[in-house]
């Protein structure tokens, strides 16, 4: 899980600031506050790790909705002398780190403990900063950063105008290393000193205890790494027989973070803010399309395929102790006849069970369409989204976003559009279920409806006096109130934090939960 993300120099966002995420972040504020430069920079991330497209416009995740117009439009105050840097923390202690390389290095042989050096990973950082080369015209990472456990471990840095990248941190005294074998410390030290005393020249080494000096690596364009092979390194020691384990010890350790950071980022999902609907006649596309998910339609391609999910949000839209929307889900198949084929001529003229066995297969072999149709609960009438209320065809692919276990992060834009407010607050219900049920997805979404807000509040405030409505308990630790306003031309975001009962800590910093007090005594 990503448990924070620094941001500078994006878009709204200026001065380097440091936002919480938890299993349920909410967005809050004024229209253009900053809000939705927190989702972008999960956009512009992914470009980044999967694709390695630093000048971003259309994303992955973004369809239509966003187009971040390249690095000239987003580094903030269109500045391009500036740099901009991303950095995410993860939370790695249910799955400490994978291996980046094949295990068959040497490393049992030299003494390490591959489970141990994994495992003993709890949390690790990525940090990324990008940058506009004036003189060669071009974007290139400068600089790519790790930290193991809470320390900084390792740094990648690229010189663009001279076309150098090399290591130029590296931290001997950081526990991790210490955890497969005693003697992996030593084993780095001499390899780097006998690099050193085969002619390289020695840099100076870091100010922080236990650094080494700079490495040269190979083979990379800049200071991103490649997430599917081994480090660069350029040089191999005649009498050093455990020049694999290094290559392997420090792909693992400095790629590794990159790498499940990457994995993170590819299970991310972004519902925008206004879900169109599908058409009467739809059908699912042969292959997913991960852009359906900005307007909603990879929500009703989801419904179809799977009988799992779409019984999920048939429960949650019909039950009266969820959304209680009047309606459940249907999947309806159809096999389509024409009126000239022999099987559509004895239809017509009502020989159907006279016809031979050859017609009858020919009907089971003609093409199958699926189609999911809303079902009024108290007339039983098979209904199409267009058939019903605007907001129940915009919440069903929230639902479904937040039912789907195949998605890590989702990022929803307006859950509560065109929704009644006693729906809006069972959104919050909703919410709870997918990330601290056993889906176990987190959730960034960005709202002005107080009442998913105090549904929030009153099911923490239930959960510490011992009661789970929702079967499913909930804490203020696992919920974050992100406010995003502007200041100077530039977005501020601050946390709005809830005690042990779901009281907020500070008062809200504008009039979005007082306005019905000034509305009636103003």
């Not at 416009?57 to 117009?69: A, E, P, S």
């Not at 290095?105 to 690790?124: F, H, M, P, R």
């Not at 690596?217 to 455990?242: H, I, N, Q, S």
């Not at 409806?449 to 499913?472: F, K, M, N, Y």
């Amino acid at each position: 899980m990503i448990t924070a993300i620094e941001i500078e120099n994006f878009k709204a966002i200026g001065q380097r600031q440091r936002l919480a995420l938890r299993p349920i972040t909410l967005l809050v504020g004024p229209n253009s506050g900053g809000k939705s430069t927190v989702i972008h920079a999960l956009h512009y991330a992914r470009e980044i790790f999967e694709r390695r497209n630093l000048n971003a416009d259309r994303t992955i995740n973004g369809g239509d909705f966003v187009d971040l117009g390249g690095f000239a439009n987003f580094v903030h105050e269109h500045d391009q002398t500036k740099s901009v840097a991303l950095r995410f923390d993860l939370d790695t202690k249910d799955t400490g780190l994978t291996w980046v390389l094949d295990e068959s290095v040497g490393l049992v042989e030299a003494g390490i403990d591959v489970d141990s050096l994994n495992a003993t990973v709890k949390s690790a950082w990525v940090e990324i900063v990008v940058k506009r080369s004036i003189l060669r015209d071009a974007l290139y990472v400068q600089r790519y950063s790790v930290g193991l456990n809470g320390q900084h471990f390792a740094a990648i840095e690229t010189d663009f105008e001279s076309r150098g990248t090399r290591i130029v941190e590296l931290n001997l005294d950081h526990p991790v290393i210490k955890q497969g074998t005693d003697q992996m410390p030593s084993l780095l030290v001499e390899y780097f000193d006998a690099f050193w005393r085969a002619g390289a020249q020695k840099e100076p080494k870091s100010e922080s205890s236990g650094s080494l000096g700079m490495m040269p690596l190979t083979g990379r364009p800049d200071a991103l790494p490649a997430f599917d092979c081994g480090l660069g390194l350029p040089w191999k020691t005649p009498e050093e027989p455990y020049n694999g384990v290094v290559r392997a010890v420090l792909t693992q350790l400095i790629v590794g973070p990159g790498s499940l950071l990457l994995d993170e980022l590819r299970g991310f999902r972004y519902l925008g803010p206004l879900r169109e609907l599908p058409p009467r006649n739809y059908e699912p596309p042969r292959y997913r399309d991960e852009t359906r998910w900005a307007t909603g339609l990879a929500a009703w391609d989801a419904l179809t395929e799977s009988e799992e999910l779409r019984q999920a949000t048939s429960a949650w839209l019909s039950g009266s102790d969820r959304l209680n929307a009047g309606c459940e889900l249907r999947l309806n198949r159809y096999r389509e006849i024409s009126e000239s084929d022999e099987l559509g001529v004895a239809l017509a003229a009502g020989h159907i069970f006279d016809t031979d066995e050859e017609v009858i297969a020919r009907f089971n072999d003609l093409a199958t369409a699926r189609r999911v149709v809303l079902v009024d609960a108290g007339s039983g009438l098979e209904l199409r989204a267009h058939d019903v209320g605007v907001g129940i065809s915009q919440v069903v692919p929230v639902v479904v976003a937040a039912l789907d276990p195949a998605a890590a992060v989702v990022a929803i834009e307006q859950p509560e559009l065109h929704v009644h407010p006693t729906l809006q607050a069972s959104l919050a219900d909703l919410l709870i279920q997918g990330a601290l049920g056993l889906r176990g997805s987190q959730f960034l979404v960005e709202t002005h409806s107080i009442h998913l807000i105090l549904r929030l509040q009153r099911r923490i405030r239930e959960t510490a006096r011992g009661a789970t409505p929702t079967g499913v308990p909930v804490s203020a630790a696992d919920v974050a109130i992100l406010y995003a306003a502007r200041d100077h031309g530039a977005a501020t975001i601050s946390e709005i934090g809830l005690d042990a009962q779901g009281e907020l800590l500070r008062p809200w910093p504008d009039a979005f939960l007082d306005q019905d007090y000034q509305e009636r005594f103003a």
